[in-house]
């Protein structure tokens, strides 16, 4: 049965319920490794349903692995049996690429394995909605023009970028409408590239994209959530919320306080417990600490929901992860 997600969304932040970006620490519930997870529809299914038994999330989320897309198109990924894949390399290089990149079908590459996942997820884990995790087309577009060279295509060969970024986002708008399709209620979409960029750069070669698949895909019954992890986020908030995204999710590295005073009080804002520094490798106590500095600065507005920063790494010890959620749980008692 579909959710009204408008509806969930505006009473999360009263729930007193977590949404940490939880998926890839299966692996160790599962006693398998990153790579075979990766390639397996049926292996992150029954991941994302122990991490849901395991858990009181607010919703289930799948896997924020940002080299699928990237993959899909013919950029080379490197892969490990502890760590998320990445990106190496670079795809376009210049306009006469650009021009020539083809648009892949839905289904390609590990797209397919992805998207069947979230199907055999959806009909187990009925209890909370289930997130999709995909890419950002700026994100996207930096992993097939390499990160560090983007930066500087923005300024000397910008309509080649947008070439590129007008290929991604058709792309993007057709895996967040499979995932739909394949019973998600929405999509995680992960756009921390753009945070490294100037705001003025961020309003013409990010935004303006990300609209563009909010618009195609988001309504009340499936939802995008924006993330961004990037430094320069905080002066990008007017044109973030002209995505239009249903809600928005930022990294450790931000002053959550600072960007809920920019926020309109009825748009939900989600983080930011630091994955990687204190959830993967803190200690218990130090995940219960960071957990109540977060909920400290940010509880009494009425639009804030705890969360993890970003990814939580896979071989996060499941000691700190229930730490975190029981620091939660004690809080809001």
Known sequence: MKKNMYKWLKELPSSGKALPILSFPCVSLMDISVKELIADSEKQAAGMIMVAKSTDSAAAVSFMDLSVEAECFGADVRFSDTEVPTVVGRLVHDEAEADALAVPEIGAGRTGIYLKAIENAAEYITDRPVLAGMIGPYSLAARL?????????CYDEPDMVHTVMNK???????????????GADGIMMAEPVAGLLSPMLEEEFSSPYVKKIVDAVQDENFIVVYHNCGDNTPEMVPSI???GAAAYHFGNSIDLRDMLDKFPADVPVMGNVDPAGVLRMGTADAVREATLAVLNACHKYLNFVISSGCDIPPMTPWENIH???????EFYE
């Open 323 to 329: 730490t975190f959620f029981d620091t939660v749980g």
């Open 145 to 153: 023009l390499d990160v560090s060279e983007i930066m500087m295509d």
């Open 168 to 182: 991604v986002t058709d792309f993007l708008i057709a895996y967040a409408m499979a995932y739909k399709n394949a």
């Open 241 to 243: 919320l002209s995505t």
